[in-house]
């Protein structure tokens, strides 16, 4: 079995700075993606950033490029997201998931539908 469990939000001003870290217990294997979601009452989550587990990173959502980065530390097995210049549109529970991937040629990963998901931690920018 996997657990994901999130920390580092909190409560900051807009243009302020936050951490977020994941850290994961159990073992899926070597063939894994790993994401930061966000999400908002009433709305679904959306994918923030997400990495494989060999340190490539493939997405950030378009609102948050130049802002937030993500990055995974094997030996660690802790994914982490640090978020800078935050803006009152960031606030919102941020989960992160790990999702067993198909490993094609050794170098994409296709997800499959085994995924894990955090609680979830509460970031919260004042404007």
């Known amino acids: 079995q996997v657990q994901l469990v999130e920390s580092g939000g909190g409560l900051v001003q807009r243009g302020g700075s936050l951490r977020l870290s994941c850290v994961i217990s159990?073992?899926?294997?070597?063939?894994?993606?790993m994401g930061w979601y966000h999400q908002t009452p009433g709305k679904q989550r959306e994918l923030v950033a997400d990495?494989?587990?060999?340190?490539?990173?493939?997405n950030y959502a378009e609102s948050v490029k130049g802002r937030f980065t993500s990055s995974i530390d094997n030996a660690k097995k802790t994914l982490t997201l640090q978020m800078n210049d935050l803006k009152p549109e960031d606030t919102g529970v941020y989960y992160c998931?790990?999702?067993?991937?198909?490993?094609?040629?050794?170098?994409?990963?296709?997800?499959?539908?085994?995924?894990?998901w955090g609680q979830g931690t509460q970031v919260t920018v004042s404007s």
């Open positions: 159990g073992n899926i294997g070597s063939g894994y993606g």
């Open positions: 998931a790990q999702w067993v991937c198909t490993v094609i040629g050794g170098s994409i990963y296709v997800p499959t539908d085994d995924v894990y």
């Open positions: 990495i494989t587990s060999i340190g490539e990173s493939t």
